[in-house]
Antibody, heavy 127, light 107 residues
Framework: EVQLVESGGGSVKPGGSLRLSCEVS????????MTWVRQAPGRGLECVGR??????????DYAAPVKGRFTISRDDSKNTLYLQMNSLKTEDTAVYYC??????????????????WGQGTMVTVSS | DIQMTQSPSSLSASVGDRVTITCRAS??????LNWYQQKPGKAPNLLIF???NLQSGIPSRFSGSGSGTDFTLTISSLQPEDFATYYC?????????FGQGTKIDIK
């Protein structure tokens, strides 16, 4: 069974740091690009950032609101994805999901999809 | 960034109703459009990719159409388990952005 399990969420004061983990099982993690998506309370979905595979250089990209503060990394030997969050702001309060970032092929094109999700972990930034 | 606008933001419907949700992109995105369903307290679930391709395991009452800037998600006969929030997402260019969501509740 494919599973993604996030951990590390909690409460932190503005300016603080937190590291989220996403442990995966049931599929080839090392061959999968991964993305973090967040959802503020009562709000919609927002991509936080992505990390590609080692084969693709473990390239990362980030959403503008978190660039320079958040870092995504991976440890393929532990089947684990990480999100290091520094200089946290109140607007970073959200449920954070990890998701597989796959390419599905149809009619001559590859389509990027988020096809397997974790259950989410809550991060609260408040004084 | 490409802005995705869904309409309506919410709707009330009955079991058996045909429901259509629209999603408009601020610029052309070809067919790089996905739809997700999210139930309260749960992670989103992929329904449709590439504008009209049904994800494996998703019931055939769900369908998607469109290309360019205008897209629709249709549920042909609403079932009790379909009451949820639906999001479109463009993957044409980074950042891959979502619509604000459409919540379907029971009339």
């Amino acid at each position: 069974e494919v599973q993604l399990v996030e951990s590390g969420g909690g409460s932190v004061k503005p300016g603080g740091s937190l590291r989220l983990s996403c442990e995966v099982s049931g599929f080839s993690f090392s061959r999968s690009s991964m993305t973090w998506v967040r959802q503020a309370p009562g709000r919609g979905l927002e991509c936080v950032g992505r990390i590609k595979t080692k084969t693709d250089g473990e390239t990362t990209d980030y959403a503008a609101p978190v660039k320079g503060r958040f870092t995504i990394s991976r440890d393929d030997s532990k089947n684990t994805l990480y999100l290091q969050m520094n200089s946290l702001k109140t607007e970073d309060t959200a449920v954070y999901y990890c998701t597989t970032d796959s390419d599905y092929f149809d009619s001559g094109a590859f389509y990027s999809v988020f096809d397997v999700w974790g259950q989410g972990t809550m991060v609260t930034v408040s004084s | 960034d490409i802005q995705m606008t869904q309409s309506p933001s919410s709707l009330s419907a009955s079991v058996g109703d045909r429901v259509t949700i629209t999603c408009r992109a601020s610029q052309t995105i070809s067919r790089y459009l996905n739809w997700y369903q999210q139930k309260p307290g749960k992670a989103p679930n992929l329904l449709i990719f590439g504008a009209s391709n049904l994800q494996s395991g998703i019931p055939s009452r769900f369908s998607g159409s469109g290309s360019g800037t205008d897209f629709t998600l249709t549920i042909s006969s609403l079932q009790p388990e379909d009451f949820a929030t639906y999001y479109c997402q463009q993957t044409f260019s980074a950042p891959r952005t979502f619509g604000q969501g459409t919540k379907i509740d029971i009339k």
